[in-house]
């Protein structure tokens, strides 16, 4: 009879258990309450949303349980409960410190189940390497990465192997938008100099990589973001001195989230260096400014970066006999054909400007989507000297037909625009996350040479222009990937893409 009874009771304490509603209101540190606040049972999936003066109401079916706050706006609290609480619940929430991981950065950035080999960076860790180097010796330590620099000491022109692959393999993003070259496939660091002060996050993937926007992923992947609002106004100087004439000067600024809404950023940088190789020196200038708009569910960016270089041509390498000698491997045979000592202005001269307008949309509690439009203009030569060079070539012809060769100065010109639009939407739900992205771009390059000295002109004027190559190029491409969760310990994942490009070059 004794054990009817315990049991009995036991059973009717569960059944209170199971009835258990427990309830309390939501603040800020201020004290205000906080509406709309998405109150979840992750232990049995049950959930509420608190109301206007920040009460809830949750049940919860059984102790020990995990309680989650989200909300846009502050940071997610995670409470385990041992048993129900004795008087109504109070809980404070504390401000968001934003990071805004743009829709098209989560879209197509790998995730832990994602079976691809990658690593992630936030920008503390890459600060220590961050010296105004060109970004790929801020990256010199990952796995399976080689860089160089040809001017010697990572400044100037630099790029970099993954497992073996060159750069024209590797594809490259900023935020979701192409940074690879349309047409050489190829990304010159030296055109965003100290970029890495304006990089917030980074991931490197090895191998063939996720669908994404741009050139084939088939070496590897590196994409870098920019976006993050702070809570808190900055502004920080930095200046770097160091070997074989090296200097480096740069300025951030920040306004910190305005009435928790707007912020701007702003960057301004200097480089130079004399360069190891001989007269391998290099200018460099660049900036950064961005303006964003964070709403509830909303945020909205507009930023430009632009960068100037102004680099003595060193690319051309030395012999292998001359590595041993102290002196010899220094040579550079740049400007070398002209008469007397090398030609002072064998220079590399560009300048490259990027625009883009960030959306992200959040459209409910389990998807979002991202638009992007971004527009990038480029503009530069690069001069040689050249010796004992065919008129023929130049279209410079003698009346009296007696002097076939001369020396000149040339400059090959790229004038060059491209634009278009990413977008990306995606579903993430406790089973599966599904995400669709669809690409266009347009390429617009103008390649020119210019003659702009030489020792015999015949009938030309000195800016003969001797080719005139136009390229457009477009790119229209979509992905669909499904990553399905059959238990924690095992997923399933399908990633297609189809992709259409159409390229002219005429000449």
Not at 164 to 171: A, F, H, M, P, V
């Given at each position: 009879m004794k054990f009817h009874v315990i049991a009995a009771w036991l059973t009717l304490f569960t059944s209170v258990c199971q009835a258990q509603k427990i309830k309390g209101h939501i603040y800020d540190v201020t004290g205000n309450p906080i509406p709309q606040v998405l109150i979840e049972n992750i232990t049995s999936d049950r959930q509420t949303v608190s109301g206007k003066l920040g009460e809830f109401e949750l049940e919860v079916p059984s102790f020990p349980a995990q309680i989650r706050f989200q909300h846009l706006?502050?940071?997610?609290?995670?409470?385990?409960?041992?048993?129900?609480?004795?008087?109504?619940?109070?809980?404070?929430?504390?401000?968001?410190?934003?990071?805004?991981?743009?829709?098209?950065?989560?879209?197509?950035?790998?995730?832990?189940?994602?079976?691809?080999?990658?690593?992630?960076?936030?920008?503390?860790?890459?600060?220590?390497?961050?010296?105004?180097?060109?970004?790929?010796?801020?990256?010199?330590?990952?796995?399976?990465?080689?860089?160089?620099?040809?001017?010697?000491?990572?400044?100037?022109?630099?790029?970099?192997?993954?497992?073996?692959?060159?750069?024209?393999?590797?594809?490259?993003?900023?935020?979701?938008?192409?940074?690879?070259?349309?047409?050489?496939q190829y990304v010159f660091w030296v055109d965003l100099p100290d970029f890495m002060s304006s990089t917030q996050q980074l991931q490197i993937q090895r191998g063939v990589g996720t669908s994404t926007n741009g050139a084939g992923a088939f070496g590897a992947s590196i994409n870098l973001n920019t976006q993050t609002v702070s809570s808190e106004p900055y502004a920080q100087v930095t200046g770097t001195v160091g070997s074989f004439g090296t200097r480096r000067a740069s300025v951030e600024l920040g306004t910190g989230l305005l009435k928790n809404k707007i912020q701007v950023d702003g960057r301004i940088s200097t480089i130079h260096s004399d360069g190891y190789i001989d007269r391998a020196r290099a200018d460099l200038q660049s900036y950064y400014l961005s303006g964003t708009y964070v709403g509830k569910y909303t945020s909205f960016r507009l930023l430009g970066f632009s960068g100037k270089e102004n680099t003595y041509q060193a690319w051309n390498g030395v012999p292998a006999t001359y590595i041993d000698d102290p002196e010899l491997r220094r040579y550079n045979s740049s400007g070398t054909e002209r008469p007397g000592s090398p030609h002072p202005n064998e220079v590399d001269d560009y300048r490259q400007s990027h625009y883009q307008a960030i959306w992200n949309q959040k459209l409910s509690s389990f998807s979002d989507l991202n638009i992007t439009l971004h527009y990038t203009r480029g503009l530069g030569y690069f001069e040689q000297y050249k010796g004992n060079q065919n008129l023929d070539d130049y279209g410079i012809t003698d009346p009296n037909g007696q002097i076939k060769t001369t020396n000149l100065i040339r400059r090959r010109w790229l004038d060059n625009r491209f634009f278009g639009m990413v977008a990306s939407w995606t579903m993430r739900k406790k089973a599966y996350d599904w995400t669709i992205g669809v690409a266009g771009n347009h390429y617009a390059g103008q390649h020119f040479g210019e003659v702009t000295w030489a020792g015999f002109m015949g009938t030309e004027e000195q800016g003969l222009r001797y080719y005139d190559n136009d390229a457009s190029k477009s790119d229209v491409s979509a992905y669909s990937k499904w990553d399905v969760a059959f238990s924690k310990d095992w997923h399933s994942y399908l990633d297609l893409q189809v992709r259409k490009i159409n390229y002219n070059f005429l000449g």
């Open positions: 706006s502050y940071e997610d609290e995670l409470i385990t409960l041992d048993s129900p609480p004795e008087t109504s619940w109070i809980i404070h929430l504390s401000p968001a410190s934003y990071q805004l991981d743009p829709v098209e950065i989560i879209h197509h950035w790998a995730s832990r189940t994602t079976p691809m080999t990658f690593v992630n960076y936030q920008a503390k860790e890459l600060e220590p390497f961050n010296t105004g180097q060109d970004l790929p010796y801020a990256l010199r330590y990952s796995p399976s990465l080689w860089v160089n620099s040809d001017a010697g000491n990572g400044i100037g022109y630099t790029s970099l192997r993954i497992r073996g692959s060159d750069l024209s393999r590797i594809n490259v993003t900023i935020n979701g938008v192409p940074l690879n070259d349309a047409e050489s």
